[in-house]
């Protein structure tokens, strides 16, 4: 009996480890079909592998594989944790549940964005946080520990210094766009089987934009070609090719980024929308975006003006892309980028040339003098001067006295290490100048400077251009005839100095095209002449246009329809972000991300 009952509990025993073995088996079997898991572990995306889940599908039998993984874009910044912002309330961090709804973490450097959205800082000491894109970890884990990076040196370029350490109210921050991340959750059962490791998500808009802000410059733009690379400031994106363009992103050198404020630009959308070789126009005076990234669009532009200047552009622009004239466009139209209280002053160059005479000390030091001479003229000859020619000379005399060299040449510029005292003085004068504008433009300006006549700003911008951009054959005549004037003790060749000359010399002939256009007051168009002049001197001394392969991206990237605040035009070509070692196609059917405009419901202009 006893034998009977050893023999019955050592076949149970056999039974049941035969179960449990077998229920093993059926359970890792199950658990196997929840095909991509492994891949979305945290070694190889980081804190992003919590939002990973399985959810088993009673129709098959088995489990699916839903991961989480961010989609980059720019938006607004309002400088508050986001756990105040709208449609929270006191979520912090990143959850499941946070990924279905339409939020937006703003990747801004501070310790509570950090930790919520899965960074690591940069490490700060050498040979520590380089990522050479060829790991295990997904490229996009690091891109956002650099956008946060960069997010941190933009906030300690705009925050006053009273308020480092006290609150930030939104309206600090008013104009300014930062990368931020929303959330995408994704089935592994779409996802194409080249893909090893789980995708995030952009725009190449936005890589563009990115990748600027993050000091780098392109070297190779072919996206109709899937052929990108960029690099700078110890970065480097480079793509793969396939059906779609696909980047990695790696960083070479830590430190390279590290404290360093000269690779930030301006973090505006108009700012931005400069590297495409778009001008914004001011709207307080009604301007629209202009065209100008390569020479050709800057001499349609003149050619819609007026067609023997436009002729005239053509011939001087065949050489090197020289411009003339049509270029001082830039600080006649472009509203100040500038933002108070910060001192990114960087933006990129919105044409393949972007001096001229309102750039150069040469233009600024003959106007001032030219000026000057004139107004003394006057009062000796008991000739009037209008109250606004005056204010224009108090403001060119009280600069040079203030700040000298500073002032007058642009050259001599720090960066984004200018003084605030001096952009912040320099940008309520610039203020000054568009009120002016402003004021002369509204019905009560016009009757009392002008009586019933209408003025446009515009008229006064494309009446100089016309006369501005032949100003060195005009100079170079002038000179052949031995008259060149004073130059003012500039050692500089004689024709800039005496082009300057010429653009004085020709503010009769703006009169008379003005009256051309519907507007006869020489007086007022003198005065208005002299504030747009003044308008551009301001402008160019509070920005630093810096170069960044603006005909690339431009002319690639920019859609030639009409656009809106409210539809975009999306063209038919996607963007994905990958895992570093995936060189195979991507299905073009899978995360599909498109070219976008940068948003200005504005419609690019004719002249």
């Not at 400077?449 to 100003?471: C, E, N, P």
């Not at 972000?577 to 419901?601: A, R």
Request: hydrophobic share 40%; charged share 20%; net charge neutral.
């Amino acid at each position: 009996m006893a034998d009977e009952s050893k023999f019955a509990l050592a076949a149970l025993v056999v039974a049941l480890v035969a179960l449990i073995t077998t229920i093993s088996q059926v359970l890792s079997q199950l658990f196997q079909t929840a095909d991509g898991y492994r891949r979305c572990q945290s070694a190889i995306i980081g804190g992003w592998s919590k939002l990973t889940t399985r959810r088993f599908r009673w129709a098959d039998l088995r489990f699916e594989t839903i991961y989480t993984t961010p989609r980059f874009a720019l938006a607004p910044y309002t400088g508050q944790p986001i756990r105040h912002q709208k449609g929270l309330t006191g979520r912090s961090g990143i959850s499941a549940s946070a990924s279905r709804e339409t939020i937006y973490y703003p990747l801004d450097g501070t310790p509570d964005m950090i930790k919520d959205t899965f960074a690591t800082p940069l490490q700060e000491e050498p040979g520590k946080g380089v990522f050479d894109g060829l790991s295990e970890m997904a490229s996009w884990v690091r891109f956002i520990d650099a956008l946060h990076s960069i997010g941190a040196d933009t906030r300690r370029c705009m925050i006053p210094a009273r308020k480092r350490s006290g609150f930030i109210s939104m309206e600090d921050w008013a104009g300014y766009t930062i990368p931020h991340i929303t959330l995408q959750q994704h089935s592994w059962d779409f996802v194409p089987p080249d893909v090893i490791r789980p995708l995030a998500v952009m725009t190449l808009h936005d890589v563009a934009l990115f990748s600027r802000r993050l000091g780098m410059s392109w070297k190779v733009f072919e996206a109709s070609q899937g052929a990108l690379r960029a690099e700078g400031n110890g970065h480097m994106l480079d793509s793969t090719t396939g059906h779609d363009p696909v980047v990695r992103f790696s960083i070479r050198d830590p430190l390279a980024s590290t404290d360093n404020m000269e690779h930030l630009y301006i973090p505006t959308e108009p700012a931005d929308k400069m590297g495409f070789g778009i001008l914004p126009g001011e709207p307080k005076l009604h301007l629209p975006d202009y065209v100008i990234g390569e020479p050709e669009d800057c001499v349609a532009r003149t050619l819609e003006i007026d067609r023997q200047a436009g002729d005239t552009l053509k011939e001087i622009a065949e050489g090197d892309g020289w411009t003339p004239g049509l270029s001082d466009i830039i600080g006649f139209a472009a509203p100040m980028l500038r933002l108070r209280r910060s001192t990114i002053i960087k933006v990129p160059k919105p044409a393949r040339y972007e001096g001229g005479l309102t750039l150069q000390e040469e233009g600024i030091v003959v106007f001032h003098n030219r000026l000057r001479d004139l107004v003394n003229v006057r009062n000796e000859n008991g000739e009037n001067v209008t109250h606004q020619t005056r204010w224009v000379l108090q403001q060119l005399e009280e600069l040079s006295i203030l700040y000298g060299k500073q002032w007058e040449d642009q050259s001599a510029t720090k960066g984004n290490r200018t003084t605030l005292t001096f952009l912040d003085d320099l940008h309520a004068r610039h203020d000054a100048t568009t009120q002016y504008f402003v004021n002369l433009q509204s019905p009560s300006g016009l009757r009392e400077k002008a009586g019933h006549q209408t003025f446009r700003y515009t008229d006064l911008m494309y009446s100089h251009i016309i006369h501005a951009v032949d100003y060195i054959y005009k100079a170079n005549e002038i000179l052949g005839a031995g008259e060149g004037r004073n130059h003012y003790g500039m050692k500089v060749q004689a024709w800039i100095t005496e082009g300057a000359h010429v653009y004085f010399d020709q503010i009769p002939q703006v009169a008379e095209s003005m009256k051309q256009k519907g507007f006869d007051n020489p007086p007022v168009v003198e005065e208005a002449w002299f504030t747009m002049m003044l308008r551009a001197f301001l402008w160019h001394r509070t920005h630093l246009m810096v170069d960044g392969n603006r005909s690339l991206v431009g002319h690639t990237l920019v859609p030639h329809g009409q656009t809106s605040s409210s539809s975009r035009p999306m063209l038919p070509i996607r963007m994905l972000w990958l895992s570093p070692t995936s060189l195979l196609p991507i299905c073009s059917l899978f995360f599909q991300i498109s070219y976008t405009y940068l948003g200005s419901h504005r419609q690019r202009h004719k002249f």
